[in-house]
């Protein structure tokens, strides 16, 4: 029940592609990725104000009257030992009309105790081979289970999830922590370039827009070798930049991009949207720690194929990494995109999955891409843009069959 879906129920792989077409719900899975992160690492309150209000939040009932749908979340963690988990099962169940309450909360998970020394990346620390349970269930403020080392509430404010009200210490930690870390982008040239004072989040991280990337990069060009790494990958698909600093000009932060063949200066507000969004996109690719889940909406937009295939090959080294692997979901209706990322050895080397939305009664479903279509792929019977290009995928817009229409009318 959250937007535009009823349902959804998907089993994603390391790389994801989500496809269909424009207004089935694409973005609106990215919305729910962010609302997850955001209850987690804040509140139910700060997610539902920096995502409009319950009212934008919950799914519309069409042609139905009495109470308001409730929404649920649940979300199921394999192993990933290098940020502790061993496993998570996860749900919280929300209602509402302008304040949100908790009807449900429950936690089912084993996650690997903290060692001592050095953090293995910024923010990640070293986990031991000693691994602990826990067991939460919560039904509005009361806590009827609490089998976890520390404190042992035995009622929760009901607007308030005991994840993020406890996820600060102690083994509840390393869920929220996996959690909190999602991200989604969508990097926008224009707003990066009108942008340079940040947003209310700091240049600590990247805003989902792009919003303060100019103070971001700002802050990551204090390390030379993220620097020089950054700058070393823009250049494949953009040889001609030889180097960009951040500077403050006329008091205010942008970067000065040189050039290789001219020897020329220009702003940020000078280069072209390609070239921003590309930088933006491998930066998000490099945070410290990386994010344990991202989305990436259409990254194929202002970039030449061969960028966008850069990109493609970062996002899959991400995913196959023994060492905090990201799992990542790029929505895209790109036939370069899917070429990449459903070729067969893609699929061999990292696992990619696809799926599908539509617009179904009134609302979004989200399926696993045909399987024939993935099969006949996979013995290469046909490009996958070739099947996206013949409706194969089962993503092309749909005609309403509305009461008087005439069944012939295009």
């Given at each position: 029940n959250f937007k535009s879906f009823r349902k959804i129920d998907i089993k994603p792989g390391p790389v994801n592609l989500i496809i269909g077409a424009n ?195 700002r802050q990551v060009f204090e390390r030379a070798e993220l620097k020089e790494k950054i700058i070393r990958d823009l250049r494949t698909a953009v040889p ?171």
């Amino acid at each position: 029940n959250f937007k535009s879906f009823r349902k959804i129920d998907i089993k994603p792989g390391p790389v994801n592609l989500i496809i269909g077409a424009n207004g089935t719900g694409k973005s609106n899975f990215a919305d729910a990725i962010e609302f997850l992160m955001l209850c987690v690492r804040f509140s139910l309150k700060e997610a539902k104000n920096r995502r409009g209000g319950w009212e934008m939040l919950r799914r519309k009932r069409t042609g139905e009257t009495g109470r308001v749908p409730h929404m649920k979340f649940q979300i199921a963690l394999g192993p990933d030992i290098t940020r502790g988990i061993d496993s998570v099962n996860y749900q919280f169940e929300l209602a509402g009309t302008d304040e949100v309450s908790v009807l449900e909360e429950k936690l089912t998970a084993r996650v690997h105790k903290r060692s001592a020394g050095r953090p293995i990346a910024r923010g990640i620390p070293n986990f031991s081979p000693d691994a602990e349970d826990i067991r939460i269930v919560r039904s509005g403020a009361i806590v009827s289970e609490w089998v976890a080392p520390g404190q042992n509430p035995n009622e929760i404010d009901k607007d308030t999830l005991f994840l993020s009200a406890f996820g600060q210490t102690g083994p509840i930690r390393t869920v929220a922590d996996y959690l909190a870390s999602s991200r989604v982008y969508n990097i926008d040239a224009a707003i990066v370039k009108r942008r340079t004072n940040g947003t209310d989040s700091g240049a600590d991280e990247l805003d989902r827009f792009g919003d303060n990337l100019v103070l971001y990069l700002r802050q990551v060009f204090e390390r030379a070798e993220l620097k020089e790494k950054i700058i070393r990958d823009l250049r494949t698909a953009v040889p001609y930049i030889k180097d960009i600093e951040a500077l403050v000009t006329f008091t205010m932060p942008t970067l000065e991009f040189t050039e290789a063949d001219s020897g020329f200066k220009f702003l940020v507000s000078q280069m072209s949207d390609g070239t921003i969004r590309l930088l933006g996109l491998l930066s998000a690719l490099m945070q410290e720690p990386p994010p344990a889940i991202q989305v990436v909406e259409e990254p194929e937009n202002a970039l030449h194929p061969f960028a966008a295939d850069l990109f493609l090959r970062a996002v899959r080294r991400a995913g196959s990494g023994k060492s905090l692997p990201t799992q990542s979901f790029l929505t895209s209706h790109s036939p370069v995109i899917l070429d990449k990322l459903l070729a067969v050895e893609a699929m061999n080397e990292v696992g990619t999955s696809a799926f599908v939305t539509r617009r179904v009664d009134g609302g979004s479903v989200m399926e696993p891409a045909p399987p024939e279509v993935l099969h006949a792929i996979r013995e290469n019977l046909a490009r996958p843009s070739d099947f996206l290009r013949d409706g194969d995928f089962d993503d092309a817009p749909r005609q309403l069959k509305l009461p008087g229409m005439d069944a012939k009318a295009e």
